[in-house]
């Protein structure tokens, strides 16, 4: 069955610079080729249509992973995509995550530090030489009966695959990620959680944040069987 246009995508910020939405797991951030309905610029597009709205510019800034939910940013004009483009990669847009994974952490908070590279295979993977990335994680809540927990995770780098990648580094890696995981559970228990940047125009700090899906939350298990942690936000 076909999801409604407000359950694959919502507008939480537009102005005329800049549209932040919160797409579902499923959807492309940038369609493939024109068999791609499904993806944010185009529900964009659609929701715009919708409102009879004049169709504008969307400019790609980063990507999410096809099956990660969440926040993504897109420039609506070249003042936007430029200064946008500059603080990405500068790595001064905050990103934060939040990921069900599979094992528990060994320690509650942590630095990820580690250079990302190619493995024999072409795979990526965290290797002697690459590309450093960085990672700031923080354990919300476990449940030790599914043998799971919540993590909270804040990038210092844009790598692709970073969170996946650093939490099966970890050994606990994302529950449904069947590229660096060992199970398919659904969708892969990843959303993108909190984006925060400048403003171009007004030079104003402007910072969102989501709440935990309900697919993410049900992965959890039993409220009964939880134990919260520190959940405060990494800074």
């Given at each position: 069955?076909?999801?409604?246009?407000?359950?694959?995508?919502?507008?939480?910020?537009?102005?005329?610079?800049?549209?932040?939405v919160?797409?579902?797991?499923?959807?492309?951030?940038?369609?493939?080729d024109?068999?791609?309905?499904d993806?944010?610029?185009?529900?964009?597009?659609?929701?715009?249509?919708?409102?009879?709205?004049?169709?504008?510019?969307?400019?790609?800034?980063?990507?999410?992973?096809?099956?990660?939910?969440?926040?993504?940013?897109?420039?609506?004009?070249?003042?936007?995509?430029?200064?946008?483009?500059r603080?990405?990669?500068?790595?001064?847009?905050?990103?934060?995550?939040?990921?069900?994974?599979?094992?528990?952490?060994?320690?509650?908070?942590?630095?990820?530090?580690?250079?990302?590279?190619?493995?024999?295979?072409?795979?990526?993977?965290?290797?002697?030489?690459g590309?450093?990335?960085?990672?700031?994680?923080?354990?919300?809540?476990?449940?030790?009966?599914?043998?799971?927990?919540?993590?909270?995770?804040?990038?210092?780098?844009?790598?692709?695959?970073?969170?996946?990648?650093?939490?099966?580094?970890?050994?606990?890696?994302?529950?449904?990620?069947?590229?660096?995981g060992?199970?398919?559970?659904?969708?892969?228990?990843?959303?993108?959680?909190?984006l925060?940047?400048?403003?171009?125009?007004?030079?104003?700090?402007?910072?969102?944040?989501?709440?935990?899906?309900?697919e993410?939350?049900?992965?959890?298990?039993?409220?009964?069987?939880r134990?919260?942690?520190?959940?405060?936000?990494?800074?």
């Amino acid at each position: 069955m076909r999801k409604k246009l407000h359950e694959r995508i919502e507008v939480l910020h537009e102005d005329q610079d800049v549209i932040v939405v919160e797409k579902a797991a499923g959807v492309l951030s940038y369609p493939v080729d024109e068999r791609d309905e499904d993806s944010a610029i185009r529900l964009i597009r659609r929701f715009w249509k919708i409102q009879n709205r004049k169709q504008e510019h969307v400019y790609l800034l980063h990507r999410l992973d096809k099956e990660t939910s969440g926040l993504i940013a897109f420039a609506k004009t070249t003042l936007a995509r430029n200064s946008l483009s500059r603080q990405f990669e500068e790595h001064s847009v905050v990103r934060g995550y939040l990921a069900v994974t599979r094992g528990i952490p060994a320690q509650e908070r942590g630095t990820i530090q580690t250079f990302l590279g190619r493995d024999e295979r072409g795979k990526r993977a965290v290797r002697r030489k690459g590309r450093s990335a960085t990672t700031l994680y923080r354990v919300v809540l476990v449940n030790r009966k599914l043998n799971r927990a919540l993590v909270r995770c804040y990038l210092h780098t844009g790598r692709t695959h970073q969170v996946r990648i650093h939490m099966a580094h970890l050994n606990t890696p994302v529950v449904g990620d069947v590229v660096y995981g060992v199970e398919r559970s659904g969708r892969m228990a990843l959303h993108a959680e909190v984006l925060g940047f400048i403003h171009p125009r007004t030079g104003r700090p402007v910072l969102i944040r989501t709440s935990v899906p309900q697919e993410l939350e049900h992965l959890l298990g039993s409220r009964s069987d939880r134990v919260y942690l520190q959940s405060s936000a990494l800074r």
